[in-house]
């Protein structure tokens, strides 16, 4: 579990976490446990979906994978284990407010879930591999793949932060612009950046016969739509009112990336 949770990352699910909460006056104390439990399932996902049953890879965040240096099954349990510690974490710490409390591991649990979520996310991905995929249903598998966790986080932030349901809802569409950007920009350093840079093996999805943004628009669109969500992340922050310049350099770092 260590090994894997403490081999670097970007940490952007946390960031985002905070950075939302920030912006409605959360405190940070307030907003570390949620930020941790979704660091917790980001890890646990990456990790699953290493294994040779899903993307069989062998490099990520620079190093080799969780089930090259200890095995298969112990893998898989590490895996299991920071989800479940992901949700003692949020039960037990955090808002003083168990109302609070218990509307964020709902939003949590249901990001992490299947319908429009992490797993369900990836069962479309899984299943669509090999096939055609059009743009409206490769956006479908994003959403949920990569977009739930950072819609969550967002969501998560300001409900802690005591946001009200109308700005929560601008955050949400900040959170859903800004994840299926990053999901793109992923698509294109996947095509266009090395194994050092990117800390993980480069070219995996299309080799396994995934759909990807570049593969189904070319590198020049796939830039363009990058580059139009972000900016429409941005508009979304901006009309709650508030101070969102974090919220806007993590979007606009979403697209500029080099890993």
Known sequence: MRYSV???????????????????????????????????????????????????????????????????AMAILAGDALLTRAFETLARNGPESLEVRLR????????????????GGQVMDIESQGSEVSEKKLEEIH??????????????????????ESHLQTLTVYGEKAGLAFQVADDILDATASPEDLGKTPGK???????????LLGLERAS?????LVSEAIDAARQTGRDVQVLEGIARMFVDRKS
């Open 224 to 228: 363009r739509k990058a580059e139009a």
């Open 6 to 72: 403490f081999a670097g990352g970007k940490r952007l699910r946390p960031i985002l976490c905070i950075a939302s909460g920030e912006v409605f006056g959360a405190q940070e104390d307030q907003l570390l446990p949620a930020a941790c439990a979704l660091e917790m399932i980001h890890t646990y996902s990456l990790i699953h979906d290493d294994l040779p049953a899903m993307d069989d890879d062998t490099l990520r965040r620079g190093r080799a994978t969780c089930h090259v240096v200890y095995g298969e």
């Open 104 to 119: 964020v591991i709902d939003e949590v649990s249901s990001a992490a879930g299947t319908m429009r979520a992490l797993i």
């Open 143 to 164: 959403r949920s793949k990569t977009g739930a966790l950072i819609r969550c986080a967002v969501r998560i932030g300001a409900i802690i932060g005591g946001a009200s």
């Open 205 to 215: 999805d299309v080799a396994s016969g995934k759909a990807t943004y570049v593969k």
